[in-house]
């Protein structure tokens, strides 16, 4: 049963009554912003007409808000604070948001009792300030918990913290939040990835067993390549995104980074299954049904016997794919042959549609999302968040970094001189879709690069826009097409490559796999067998002969 309670309005506060401001003119001026008119013998009853619907809106406004209840007097939230770069608990730079302590329940046997886990700052947790990794969300304090939350406590884990992420999620390196840059834990002054950037840093270095990221082109598959940990996108809806900010809700998933991929299946386990009230999670399965950590534990973890796997041919021949990459994980995916596995290439010609697709949809869904224009679904919206950040300003249009500001100007002109092109791409998505499924009728998982390269450096805080955006150019080209489709994603980590400025210096390389729609546990199975049976840190590549 879902718990909601009623709380106060956007602002806080009643609205004063006034005189309604539809006024002579206003018809005229609303209609003229789309170079549009009206007959001046039918401005008169326009103007009734919309002074009705004003009304109306005064109504609405002036009600009480329908949220979540936050159960905060079951789980108490302890010692909420924001700590600073330069302090001992901070670390890895600025991979904290906040930090403090709310208790799991420890009776109810849950699937996670003794986990500690940290949560990407777009995750609402009561009484916590959200940042968003923002300059332009003026600390916004949720007044109820995500549903993932709710979850996590009471299959008995521990939540020790929200971690930093990049502005408004609109970037793939770790440089751009407003609260300062996350450090790679394996080499500082090189890339955690992003979005989900401090999430995978902090899971990587030993901090915390779990982080939820999010991710609508990468943001968790990214970060877990580049710091060297396990992360997996579901498929669309299975985890709802109740409580969770959404850039684009065509889009983006949320899932579980971990250092190993038994630990994402009970994860996974716990969090899944529709809550009432996404509608993007109605066709996932009962809370708690499912059990991808039992199933993938039972029986032989050294043996994939009768298990197909496809390469697929155009994810290996990127131009922008680095060759140790390549190499590293075309070897790491022919050793599913020793388990047993039948492993071939797969032509999917479409694949490189998906960079092209994905921009049109983010592009123009995200702007939407920013300007308070997206409509349509049924969810928990943030009147909170809204209250706070809309209408946009030239202030914060200003202090937003230069990722956000490129999605508004990418949306706005996308809409303007393509009208309906939206709509098409989603079309097409379902065209990309229905080819990768037709894939999966004969292989179990197909397999690609999570990211072309291993962790550039970081680039300059504040630098012109193109020196901001280059160090993400490129980084989703085989992430971002299976958001457009829906499609379950993991990336596990298979070894480490030198830095492409410095030898001396070995960061972590990620394999994607890839499943059918629903169809996670043969990833989840797949990933665990391989990670068993290979230990990835003591698999190191170089650069002889490939330069």
């Not at 770790?174 to 500082?188: D, I, K, L, M, Y």
């Not at 992430?479 to 993991?490: L, Q, S």
Request: proline share 6%; with cysteine.
């Amino acid at each position: 049963m879902v718990e909601r309670v009623r709380i106060s309005t956007i602002s806080g506060e009643s609205p004063t009554p006034c005189d309604n401001p539809v006024k002579e003119g206003s018809v005229e001026s609303l209609l003229a912003s789309l170079g549009l008119s009206i007959d001046p013998s039918e401005a008169q009853d326009f103007r009734r007409l919309l002074a009705a619907v004003h009304d109306c809106a005064e109504t609405v406004a002036a009600l009480p808000d329908y949220q979540l209840n936050s159960r905060l007097s079951r789980y108490p939230r302890q010692n909420i604070r924001q700590p600073a770069a330069e302090e001992e608990e901070q670390g890895l730079g600025q991979a904290w948001a906040h930090r403090f302590f709310i208790a799991g329940d420890r009776e109810g046997g849950g699937r996670l009792i003794g986990r500690s886990v940290n949560l990407k700052d777009v995750i609402a947790v009561a009484g916590v300030p959200q940042l968003q990794g923002s300059r332009v969300i003026p600390s916004w304090t949720p007044e109820f918990d995500a549903t993932v939350v709710t979850r996590l406590l009471e299959a008995g884990a521990d939540i020790r913290g929200t971690s930093t992420c990049e502005d408004l999620c609109h970037s793939t390196s770790s440089f751009t939040s407003a609260q300062g840059t996350v450090e790679n834990p394996h080499a500082r002054g090189y890339s955690a990835g992003g979005s989900t950037s401090g999430g995978a840093a902090l899971v990587a270095a030993g901090l915390v067993d779990v982080t939820i990221g999010t991710d609508q082109g990468g943001s968790i598959r990214v970060p877990a390549a580049m710091c060297g940990c396990v992360g997996i996108k579901p498929t669309h809806g299975r985890v709802p995104f109740t409580g969770i900010s959404s850039g684009d809700a065509l889009d983006d998933h949320v899932g579980p980074m971990t250092r190993n991929t038994l630990d994402a299946a009970l994860c996974l386990d716990v969090i899944s299954g529709y809550d009432g009230i996404d509608d993007r999670a109605l066709a996932s399965p009962k809370p708690g049904s499912t059990n991808f950590a039992a199933t993938i534990s039972q029986g032989s973890a050294t043996r994939l016997d009768g298990f197909r796997v496809g390469l697929i041919t155009e994810a290996f021949q990127h131009a922008s794919l680095d060759p140790v990459i390549r190499e590293a994980v075309l070897a790491a995916a022919k050793r599913f042959q020793d388990l047993g596995a039948v492993v071939e290439d797969v032509s999917i010609p479409d694949h490189n549609l998906g960079p092209a697709i994905w921009t049109i949809q983010q592009r123009i869904s995200g702007t939407q999302t920013l300007l308070g224009r997206n409509t349509g679904r049924r969810e928990l919206y943030p009147t909170g968040l809204h209250g706070k950040t809309l209408p946009w300003t030239a202030d914060s249009f200003r202090r937003s970094s230069t990722s956000t500001k490129n999605v508004i100007i990418n949306g706005l002109h996308l809409m303007s001189e393509f009208p309906g092109l939206y709509g098409k791409s989603v079309n097409i998505g379902r065209q990309l879709r229905d080819a990768y499924e037709a894939v999966f009728r004969e292989y179990d998982v197909l397999i690609t690069p999570t990211v072309p390269v291993v962790a550039p450096r970081h680039g300059r805080r504040g630098g012109l826009p193109i020196e901001s955006a280059t160090p993400s150019m490129g980084l989703t080209i085989n992430t971002a097409i299976f958001n457009v489709t829906g499609h379950p994603a993991m990336s596990i980590p298979v070894g480490f490559a030198p830095a492409k400025d410095d030898k001396t210096v070995l960061l972590p390389m990620g394999m994607q796999l890839v499943g059918g729609l629903w169809q996670e546990l043969k990833i989840l199975r797949a990933g665990h067998v391989w990670e068993s049976c290979f230990d990835w840190r003591h698999n190191v590549q170089h650069t002889e002969g490939l330069d």
